[in-house]
């Protein structure tokens, strides 16, 4: 529940913040992006800290440049079957994995 919410006022800030044109983040993908990235695939918690984080280092003092969000998940009984892809997971050491969304047919 706490998820949603936080998801939608995410939803909310991106629309609004598109129609005032103040698009001056200094890392791809944005940080409300990347929070939202990491809010729907990772632990809350761990996704607030790594968000707050974030948008701490999205100033003058720091370069900027690609971050995608990294995560962490167990691969079992993976199952192969066509399926509609939202997220790929590139590896980056064990258990870890980098997360890229997928923006082809969204």
Do not use: H
């Not at 996704?47 to 280092?57: F, G, K, M, S």
């Not at 995560?71 to 939202?86: F, H």
Request: glycine share 4%; aromatic share 16%; with cysteine.
């Amino acid at each position: 529940m706490i998820r949603l919410v936080i998801l939608k006022l995410l939803w909310v800030y991106q629309k609004v913040f598109t129609l005032l044109s103040y698009g001056s983040c200094r890392y791809y993908p944005t940080c409300s992006e990347y929070a939202k990235w990491r809010i729907e695939k990772d632990n809350l918690f761990i996704a607030l800290i790594a968000t707050i984080i974030r948008i701490l280092r999205c100033n003058q003092f720091f370069p900027g440049g690609i971050e995608y969000p990294v995560i962490k998940k167990e691969l079992k009984n993976v199952q192969y079957k066509k399926i509609d892809v939202q997220y790929w997971l590139v590896p980056k050491g064990r258990s870890k994995f980098i997360l890229i969304k997928n923006f082809k047919g969204n």
